[in-house]
């Protein structure tokens, strides 16, 4: 009965949209064979390694996998600390 | 100039590869185009008995490749379509009993006097389906709008590309109409975004193909069918038509909604 009141008032997606939505996530891992877990170390290495080089927010940085046609690309977006930034300006 | 060399795989098992390739071989054929079907699937043998063509066999491919016959000998010629035929797989053998180097060599002597060769891949990823992708000039993968085949599509036109066989085509097959309007089945769209790869046709889920498929008659030699039309435009798609796709719709109009009222739970 919930789940029929949910879909009266647009509350749950349709079963397909969930379908794809999921598949997308898995054929991206199974394409690339990077699993979520080996994914987070990649990020965790990249953050130490960027960080050797340049202030950065661990926590603002972002690392997607992207699909165009059946190529897989790995975007990382890497904002610089703004704080620090300012710091090492003014000195 | 010799002929094509056409594989039909999936990955996963149950989909519609024999029914694919025993329909799209039998409108080939009814085309007036010299075909051969090989049943590439190994102790698995079910071809034949979806052309049914079961009663006739004495020779089968494993013979042929370890000469026990001449390659002539195990083809069943088609009593309705002349110009199909059909060589059965062993059905007491296993996949090892043949290489890929022999499937590429039995290939290229049947190219030489047909237009057409289509190979009847086994389900999975391991030997029989090497065999069945190493002689192929073009690859169809057939899948239905369920995650689980979408997900081993993508896995069967990822091992295709890897082998230089690529681009696949790809065969949505068993699309039920009114799940997708509903919103509760994926759309050949959806899997068309998530495969990215080039579709040669989409089928309809028609009752229609278990009739025939029972009586052991390509459902392509019933006019009235929409899954059989379909499967006579990915044949000719195939020869390098240009066919518009069908709508997945049954036909609607006054005579296609009377019939419904007439037959409820009908197709």
Same mark, same amino acid.
């Given at each position: 009965?919930?789940? !029929?009141?949910?879909?009266? !008032?647009?509350?749950?997606?349709?079963?397909?949209?969930?379908? *794809?939505?999921?598949? *997308?996530?898995?054929?991206?891992?199974?394409?690339?064979?990077?699993? =979520?877990?080996?994914?987070?170390?990649? *990020?965790?290495?990249?953050?130490?390694?960027?960080?050797?080089?340049?202030?950065?927010? =661990?926590?603002?940085?972002?690392?997607?996998?992207?699909?165009?046609?059946?190529?897989?690309?790995?975007?990382?977006?890497? =904002?610089?600390? =703004?704080?620090?930034?300012?710091?090492?300006?003014?000195? | +100039?010799?002929?094509?060399?056409?594989?039909?795989? %999936?990955?996963?098992?149950?989909?519609?590869?024999?029914?694919?390739?025993?329909?799209?071989?039998?409108? $080939?054929?009814?085309?007036?185009?010299?075909?051969?079907?090989?049943?590439?699937?190994?102790?698995?043998?079910?071809?034949?008995?979806? $052309?049914?063509?079961?009663?006739?066999?004495?020779?089968?491919?494993?013979?042929?490749?370890?000469?026990?016959?001449?390659?002539?000998?195990?083809?069943?010629?088609?009593?309705?379509?002349? #110009?199909?035929?059909?060589?059965?797989?062993?059905?007491?053998?296993?996949?090892?009993?043949?290489?890929?180097?022999?499937? +590429?060599?039995?290939?290229?002597?049947?190219?030489?006097?047909?237009?057409?060769?289509?190979?009847? %891949?086994?389900?999975?990823?391991?030997?029989?389906?090497?065999?069945?992708?190493?002689?192929?000039?073009?690859?169809?993968?057939?899948?239905?709008?369920? &995650?689980?085949?979408?997900?081993?599509?993508?896995?069967?036109?990822?091992?295709?590309?890897?082998? #230089?066989?690529?681009?696949?085509?790809?065969?949505?097959?068993?699309?039920?109409?009114? /799940?997708?309007?509903?919103?509760? +089945?994926?759309?050949? #769209?959806?899997?068309?975004? $998530?495969?990215?790869?080039?579709? &040669?046709? /989409?089928?309809?889920?028609?009752?229609?193909?278990?009739?025939?498929?029972?009586?052991?008659?390509? &459902?392509?030699?019933?006019?009235? %069918?929409?899954?059989? /039309?379909?499967?006579?435009?990915?044949?000719?798609?195939?020869?390098?038509?240009?066919?518009? @796709?069908?709508?997945?719709? #049954?036909?609607?109009?006054?005579?296609?909604?009377?019939?419904? @009222?007439?037959?409820?739970?009908?197709?």
């Amino acid at each position: 009965m919930s789940s !029929f009141l949910d879909r009266l !008032f647009g509350r749950e997606s349709k079963s397909a949209q969930t379908a *794809k939505e999921r598949m *997308k996530l898995v054929l991206i891992h199974d394409r690339t064979d990077l699993s =979520p877990a080996a994914m987070e170390a990649l *990020k965790d290495d990249l953050i130490a390694v960027i960080s050797r080089y340049i202030e950065i927010d =661990p926590a603002a940085v972002r690392i997607d996998m992207t699909q165009e046609g059946r190529e897989q690309r790995l975007i990382a977006d890497i =904002p610089l600390s =703004p704080v620090r930034r300012r710091r090492m300006g003014q000195t | +100039m010799p002929g094509k060399v056409v594989t039909i795989t %999936s990955g996963k098992g149950g989909v519609g590869k024999t029914t694919a390739t025993a329909n799209i071989g039998a409108a $080939l054929a009814a085309e007036g185009q010299r075909v051969v079907c090989i049943d590439a699937d190994i102790g698995l043998r079910n071809l034949d008995v979806v $052309l049914g063509l079961e009663n006739r066999i004495v020779y089968d491919l494993v013979d042929v490749i370890e000469g026990r016959c001449r390659l002539r000998q195990a083809m069943i010629r088609d009593k309705r379509l002349p #110009e199909l035929y059909l060589i059965p797989a062993a059905q007491t053998r296993d996949k090892s009993a043949v290489s890929p180097s022999d499937m +590429m060599r039995l290939c290229d002597e049947l190219r030489q006097d047909h237009d057409w060769v289509l190979l009847d %891949s086994p389900a999975g990823i391991e030997r029989g389906f090497r065999n069945a992708l190493a002689p192929a000039n073009m690859v169809l993968v057939i899948t239905n709008p369920e &995650i689980s085949a979408v997900r081993d599509a993508d896995r069967i036109i990822g091992l295709v590309e890897a082998e #230089e066989k690529g681009p696949a085509r790809l065969i949505l097959n068993r699309i039920k109409a009114d /799940m997708v309007k509903r919103g509760d +089945m994926l759309s050949a #769209e959806d899997v068309l975004e $998530l495969l990215a790869i080039e579709l &040669i046709g /989409m089928v309809p889920d028609d009752e229609n193909v278990v009739t025939s498929t029972n009586r052991g008659l390509p &459902i392509v030699l019933d006019g009235k %069918s929409r899954a059989g /039309m379909a499967f006579r435009n990915i044949a000719r798609r195939l020869a390098g038509e240009s066919v518009p @796709f069908l709508p997945m719709e #049954e036909q609607g109009g006054f005579l296609g909604r009377l019939t419904r @009222f007439i037959r409820p739970g009908g197709d």
